[in-house]
């Protein structure tokens, strides 16, 4: 550090700082720069008495006005309600499988359960609906509780095979590994296989036929065509929900499948629950 003197070059000052033969310039900030950056910090201790700022524990300071975007955004959803009032009164007294494509309650049901599926359902059955191993496909006609517009509410309403709500759609393969030996499951997958597409293995088709008939007809049905009333899948039209492949269906025999779905009608309001049906229904697969 050296004595404060003139720069030679500038004419300017210097602080009395050097490194390395290089000097430093007495060159105050200009004054409208440090009022600016005294207006700014004033404005932000401003702002973080007015606004919600600092962080607590378990939230943060309200400030003094008690503004949130939480509450502006509560305020814009009540006013879209209060404007749709009347159609969800309609939507809630109306027979859902009498609404006509193309009439307004029609056309908001289907756009207000359109927002809710993927929201909710998409996670599970695809943003299209397609469904995915193990989640129903809900754009084709195999329905397994039932396709028209009340069996779709009711199942999303009660939910399946949970233990949440005592009106869930409820069904419960046997796990056969346990019943039949490894060959007799060999051969009743081979007789479902063939239920759907040629088998070459004739012997083992009617060997399979009986086992079947002894043990999975009470409820798949001596044609194989399933059940709505137990829950009980058609076996003859080559759509799987796990996949028809013979390990898979051995898979299934062996170990039964099980599949959960929340009861809806514990987290959706009841306008949600019978536009999301209206949607489900008018993706084309609805009976």
């Known amino acids: 550090m050296t004595d404060k003197k003139l720069d030679d070059a500038t004419g300017v000052e210097t602080t009395g700082h050097e490194w390395d033969g290089i000097r430093e310039l007495n060159n105050p900030l200009p004054r409208w720069w440090l009022y600016t950056l005294y207006a700014c910090i004033v404005w932000a201790i401003a702002y973080t008495i007015a606004y919600p700022a600092w962080p607590m524990i378990s939230g943060a300071t309200s400030g003094l006005l008690g503004y949130s975007t939480r ?19 309609d939507l809630l007294a109306a027979d859902l499988p009498t609404l006509q494509p193309g009439d307004d309650l029609h056309r908001y049901a289907v756009a207000r359960g359109g927002s809710v599926f993927r929201a909710q359902c998409s996670q599970c059955h695809g943003s299209g609906a397609a469904g995915a191993k193990g989640y129903p496909n809900l754009r084709d006609d195999d329905w397994l509780w039932g396709g028209d517009l009340d069996a779709i509410s009711a199942t999303i309403d009660h939910g399946v095979r949970n233990e949440t709500d005592g009106d ?42 009986t086992i079947f008939e002894d043990n999975c007809s009470a ?14 899948p058609n076996l003859v039209d080559a759509i799987w929900l796990y996949g028809g492949d013979p390990a898979t269906l051995a898979e299934t025999v062996r170990n039964s499948r099980f599949g959960v779905m929340p009861a809806w009608g514990q987290r959706l309001s009841d306008e949600d629950v019978r536009a999301v049906a209206v949607y489900v229904h008018n993706l084309g697969g609805g009976e």
């Open 168 to 209: 869930a759609r409820w069904s419960e393969m046997p796990a056969f590994g346990e019943i039949l030996s490894d060959e007799e499951i060999d051969a009743v997958v081979t007789y479902v296989s063939s239920l759907s597409s040629p088998v070459e293995d004739a012997a083992l088709v009617a060997a399979g036929a």
């Open 71 to 89: 509450g502006e955004v509560a305020k814009d959803i009540t006013a879209h309600e209060a404007k749709n009032t009347a159609l969800v009164a």
């Open 219 to 232: 409820c798949h049905g001596e044609n194989g065509k399933g059940d709505r009333e137990v829950g009980a």
